[in-house]
């Protein structure tokens, strides 16, 4: 079936390190959604790419969707306390509509 | 405008207990869904809906049931609570259209004794 792994599980960094997770398919994606989840919180949408190769940054975040789009990533430069939480990609494949499946997250902890 | 709004926060139900997670939003969003998130296993679709009137299942159906019969309305009706099903539940809403991301609700904690 469709699946998105996502890796690390875990990943605990010392504040001002960097941080990247990766996602990875097996069949192309149509686009690709990130998530961040604060400790005891929800999830919040943090950026949609569509596009083969696109990359987008937001401050100290930046995000690339693979040329043959099935592969995407998350790298934050020199991490701060409140970057901790999970990040969870969700990809959408060609025809599926609405369906999104999710990776299941990589916990970032962040030692002050 | 307050988003999705998911009541209660907190519930513990008996075995064999019924009860109903309540779901709300005021975006006049045609997509809603709901989710489980348990520990190492992520988020589960468990149903959805494309609009009023209209629901299909996820990937997890099983024990639930729910309706739309409004736009903003999309509650989810345990019928018979096993421990199983403790867990936390997200409502989730969105415009029409695979592009469009998910807005969140702020999740119910549910534990099943």
């Known amino acids: 079936g469709q699946q998105v792994m996502q890796i690390p599980q875990y990943q605990h960094v010392q504040e001002g390190e960097d941080f990247t997770t990766y996602c990875n398919s097996s069949?192309?994606?149509?686009?690709i959604q990130w998530y961040k989840q604060r400790p005891g919180g929800h999830p919040v949408f943090l950026i949609q790419?569509?596009?083969s190769g696109e990359v987008k940054k937001q401050k100290r975040l930046t995000f690339q969707f693979g040329e043959a789009k099935k592969n995407s990533s998350l790298h934050i430069t020199a991490t701060q306390t409140t970057d901790v939480g999970t990040y969870f990609c969700?990809?959408?494949?060609?025809?599926?509509?609405?369906?999104?499946?999710w990776g299941l997250g990589t916990s970032l902890a962040v030692n002050p | 405008n307050a988003g999705v709004t998911q009541t209660p926060k907190f519930q513990v139900l008996k075995t064999g207990q019924s009860m109903t997670l309540q779901c709300a939003q005021d975006?006049?969003?045609?997509?809603m869904s709901w989710y489980r998130q348990d520990p190492g296993m992520g988020l589960r679709l468990i149903h959805y809906?494309?609009?009023?009137?209209?629901?299909d299942q996820g990937e997890v159906p099983n024990g639930y049931n729910v309706s739309r019969s409004t736009t903003e309305d999309f509650p989810l009706r345990l019928l018979s609570a096993a421990p199983s099903q403790t867990s936390v539940y997200f409502c989730?809403?969105?415009?029409?259209?695979?592009?469009?991301?998910?807005?969140f609700g702020n999740g119910t904690r549910l534990t099943v004794t």
């Open positions: 989730a809403s969105s415009r029409q259209g695979k592009n469009s991301p998910l807005h």
């Open positions: 975006m006049n969003h045609e997509y």
């Open positions: 809906s494309v609009g009023a009137g209209i629901t």
């Open positions: 069949t192309t994606l149509s686009n």
């Open positions: 790419l569509v596009k």
């Open positions: 969700a990809g959408i494949y060609a025809g599926n509509n609405r369906k999104l499946i």
